[in-house]
């Protein structure tokens, strides 16, 4: 695209223009992009904890010194998988400008050690569909968006739950792996992230561990976020996913700059979301994930 300027060097005036861009299209379902937030000061939070970090980056689109565009990058190396946060553009040239960020992100090697690339987007963002088509991505199944509001925390039930501790890691492993083969995390791969902002929460029946929740705040965000539930098939409904859920955030709550918890659920999965929806959380829209492999890297 003529006259197209793209740059990593983000200093804070264009970090500030940056996310008050992102969030005006946030507010639009045809442009949302599922991984930013909503509002400047979280997006801003989000870009900052991007700018220090390695596998992470915020490339900016200028045309006569005005933003049209911006695209955030996050690979994990260990995964060897990039979330794409974006591309997100604006006016008539958006196809030229979002194709020009991708191959940016490409040229300078910000990709180059993920295997797979990953999209998550509002299901109304047909530009993004076109996008998707158009460099081999393959949409997956749907996800409902839900997000439990601060003001709601009084109708969580006061539950409790124990935290995984080392003795418990195995067991906790196997059970997500058996729940969730092949996803993006494996239950090693949680275990080596838990720490201040990621934690496990668990249940047993007698010795057996047959239902955990995995919680987490990132670094720079207003919510918080439920990553994954999951209950052994022969203890389901007996109310614990509702315990987990509570306890999970109930103590995502306890950090002052959380203004909510959100998660993503099959959108198929009625009778989840019929659980969150009990809980206080309101189904905000139906997202659209879509995945690329790249065969040789």
């Known amino acids: ?105 490409h040229d300078y090697g910000l990709l180059s050690e993920a295997r797979e690339h990953e999209l998550f987007v509002s299901i109304a963002h047909t530009n993004m569909a076109a996008f998707a088509a158009r460099h081999g991505f393959t949409a997956r199944g749907a996800e409902a ?8 925390l009084n109708r969580l039930p006061h539950s409790e739950a124990d935290v995984l501790g080392a003795a418990d890691h195995e067991a906790f492993a196997a059970l997500h792996d058996t729940i969730f083969p092949g996803t993006y995390y ?46 052994a098939e022969d203890a389901r409904q007996r109310g614990i996913g509702r315990r987990l859920v509570a306890a999970a955030a109930r103590w995502l709550f306890t950090f002052v700059e959380a203004k909510a918890v959100e998660l993503t659920v099959n959108a198929a999965n009625t009778g989840a979301i019929a659980l969150y929806q009990q809980l206080g959380f309101t189904l905000k829209q139906t997202l659209q994930p879509y995945r690329k492999s790249n065969q040789g890297v």
């Open 1 to 105: 695209m003529a006259g197209l300027r793209l740059t990593q060097q983000v200093d804070a005036p264009l970090l500030d223009a940056a996310a008050a861009f992102v969030a005006r299209l946030q507010s639009c379902p045809e442009d949302t992009i599922a991984y930013f937030g909503e509002t400047v000061e979280d997006i801003r939070g989000q870009m900052l904890a991007f700018a220090p970090h390695p596998e992470r980056a915020v490339i900016v689109a200028l045309a006569d010194g005005q933003i049209v565009g911006v695209l955030g990058v996050d690979v994990d190396a260990e995964l060897r998988r990039a979330w794409l946060y974006g591309p997100l553009a604006a006016g008539v040239d958006w196809h030229s400008t979002a194709d020009a960020l991708y191959s940016y992100a």
């Open 145 to 152: 968006s839900l997000r439990l509001e601060r003001a709601a």
């Open 186 to 231: 494996s239950g090693q791969e949680i275990v080596a992230r838990l720490g201040e902002r990621d934690r496990v929460f668990v249940h047993r029946s007698g010795e057996a561990l047959d239902g955990y929740i995995y919680a987490k705040l990132d670094p720079g965000a207003e919510s918080g976020y439920i990553d994954f539930l999951g209950v």
